[in-house]
């Protein structure tokens, strides 16, 4: 069994019993995530965001939530599709319906999903953790930055350079014009400048 498998596995048992539930939402979870098609929304990503998560434990307010928004942010991923978000939290809606977790959970981790797409800060600090760790890629080492930007890409193959590269700036730019694109402490004094260096440099 995967970490990954486990954990869900786990999460879910604090809401229901039934195993085999839990079992058949982690094999669609797990579907999807690892489409042909997803070169850096995949498992892997979802394993770094755990990994940055862990990190700051200790300073979120419902770990439960942020595990499900972890797993169900980009469930559905169409680099055809702006709902994307949207879909995806009527996804884990569904999902935790299913599981019997309680609405104001269920409410919470919508509103997490949602707040992806935009990244703007959040009056909810678990949120604003979430989107960091979501960030975090921006703020890689070179290596690891150019690696992304290849998977990115590869997601958009379907769009020619002319029209792929103008969507990416302004996507970039988006956030280059965040007074902060991290909001936590944590996130900020570790990542900024070396996020900001990496777009800058991606636009050029």
Not at 90 to 106: G, R, Y
Not at 166 to 188: A, C, E, N, S, W
Request: net charge negative.
């Amino acid at each position: 069994m995967t970490k990954l498998k486990k954990l869900y596995i786990s999460l879910c048992q604090n809401y229901s019993s039934d195993l085999a539930l839990a079992d058949d939402l982690w094999k669609e979870i797990e579907n999807n995530y690892s489409s042909p098609a997803r070169h850096y929304h995949s498992l892997t990503h979802l394993n770094h965001l755990l990994g940055e998560l862990s990190t700051v434990r200790a300073d979120l307010n419902n770990w439960d939530c942020i595990l499900f928004t972890l797993f169900y942010h980009d469930v559905i991923y169409n680099p055809l599709q702006k709902n994307n978000e949207a879909a995806s939290a009527e996804f884990a809606k569904k999902d935790l319906q299913l599981l019997s977790v309680p609405e104001a959970l269920i409410n919470r981790c919508i509103s997490q999903i949602l707040a992806t797409k935009s990244h703007e800060p959040s009056t909810d600090m678990d949120t604003n953790y979430f989107l960091d760790a979501d960030l975090s890629i921006l703020g890689a080492g070179c290596e690891a930055y150019i690696q992304y930007t290849k998977q990115i890409r590869q997601e958009y193959t379907i769009y020619p350079d002319f029209l792929y590269k103008p969507g990416r700036k302004k996507v970039l730019q988006h956030f280059l014009d965040m007074d902060r694109i991290f909001k936590t402490p944590q996130f900020y004094d570790r990542l900024e400048i070396n996020a900001r260096d990496n777009m800058k440099a991606e636009i050029v």
